[in-house]
């Protein structure tokens, strides 16, 4: 890794940790820069997952009286985060190179798109919440398949994700939007905490990439926490937006 290379992954893992501290979507700026510095599009997602994993713990951790409000869910959201992370761990690194490479830009622009209607997703949830229908079992059935579903996704790729999550929490029936959030970070910990295992195994995480961005990220996530309340978390999903589109139009240039 060149050094050039390394102020690059640094200052992406920076401002991805400054975002999702304040409003998500930071692998839209970390994941790319890896792909920029000539790190192949397999390694460059294991690795992105790797160096941003310790943030979403921490976010987790941050959460925990809400998430000890809904202890009974725990142990399935364990069972399905570790399951679904392990088939979408194995679906990517069986994937070929090219085939990713292709896919990429699909990828980017559907995680960007999930990041712009977040807001509006989120506010569905609010709303629905009010009412506190029944939920019955058959719908619970079908979110713990919908939530299946989702993890093989965050182990596969996971931008975007989040808000996914919270729509089938509110379809669970939960109400609280802290214990959501909370339980959202906890499934997404765990699932990407699989998959990160499946790809070391496997070999797939470079390192050096890795710690420069963790220490990177961990800055970043720190700093943004502090300001959060001067910084405007519009302007930044604003920004984030501008250069997932970016982004996304130079792999379908490049794919051509």
Known sequence: MHLHDAFILFAAALFA???????????????????LTGVPPIQANATNTAALWPGTVASTGAYRREVAAHLRLVPLLTIVGIAGGLVGAKILLRTPQSTFMRLIHWLLLIGNLLFIFSVPIARWVRERTLHRPRVSAA???????????????????????????????????????HAISGLRTYLVSVSNLVAIAT?????????????????????????????????????????????????SAYFFIRAR
Do not use: C
């Open 199 to 247: 790809f070391i195994a496997a070999g797939a995480v470079l390192w050096p990439q890795a710690l420069v961005m963790v220490s990177g990220a961990a800055l970043g996530g720190y700093g943004g926490a502090h300001f959060a309340r001067k910084l405007d978390a519009r302007r930044i999903r604003q920004f984030i937006v501008v250069v997932g589109f970016a982004t």
């Open 17 to 35: 940790g400054i975002a999702n501290s304040i409003s998500g979507g930071g692998s839209f700026l970390s994941f790319p820069a890896l792909l």
């Open 139 to 177: 719908t619970r059935a079908a979110t713990v398949f919908l939530l299946f579903v989702i993890t093989v996704y965050i182990g596969y790729f996971g931008a975007g994700v989040g808000i996914l999550v919270v729509a089938v929490f509110a379809l669970m029936g939960l109400e609280n939007m």
